[in-house]
Nanobody, 125 residues
Framework: HVQLVESGGGSVQSGGSLNLSCVAS????????MGWFRQAPGKEREGVAV????????RLADSVKGRFTVSHDNAKTTLYLQMTNLEPEDTATYYC???????????????????WGQGTQVTVS
């Protein structure tokens, strides 16, 4: 059973930076996909950044390109999200997600992912 534990988040002023981490455990396959999603009150959950363990294919949502960076640790079990130049529109609960398969083009859509963390709040004022 895959478990995801997020850390990081908090409150910052517009233009500030925050880093999120997601530690994964329980994978029974060598290739999988992990990602960050966010959900603001009254809005649907949207994909922010995703990365595959094999070939390290990365996709970023257009709204965060140039501001956010996603990366794995060497073991590919921790996924990081470095967020810079944060805007009030980035305020949301951020969730780590994982799917125990590799995608040639990893999806940024929530239904494609089976496993989810508990979420961490990011507030930009």
């Amino acid at each position: 059973h895959v478990q995801l534990v997020e850390s990081g988040g908090g409150s910052v002023q517009s233009g500030g930076s925050l880093n999120l981490s997601c530690v994964a455990s329980g994978f029974t396959v060598d290739t999988y996909t992990m990602g960050w999603f966010r959900q603001a009150p009254g809005k649907e959950r949207e994909g922010v950044a995703v990365a595959t363990s094999h070939k390290n294919t990365i996709r970023l949502a257009d709204s965060v390109k140039g501001r956010f960076t996603v990366s794995h640790d060497n073991a590919k079990t921790t996924l990081y999200l470095q967020m810079t130049n944060l805007e009030p529109e980035d305020t949301a609960t951020y969730y780590c997600a994982a799917e125990d398969r590799w995608y040639f083009r990893p999806p940024l859509t929530a239904p494609e992912y089976t496993y989810w963390g508990q979420g961490t709040q990011v507030t930009v004022s």
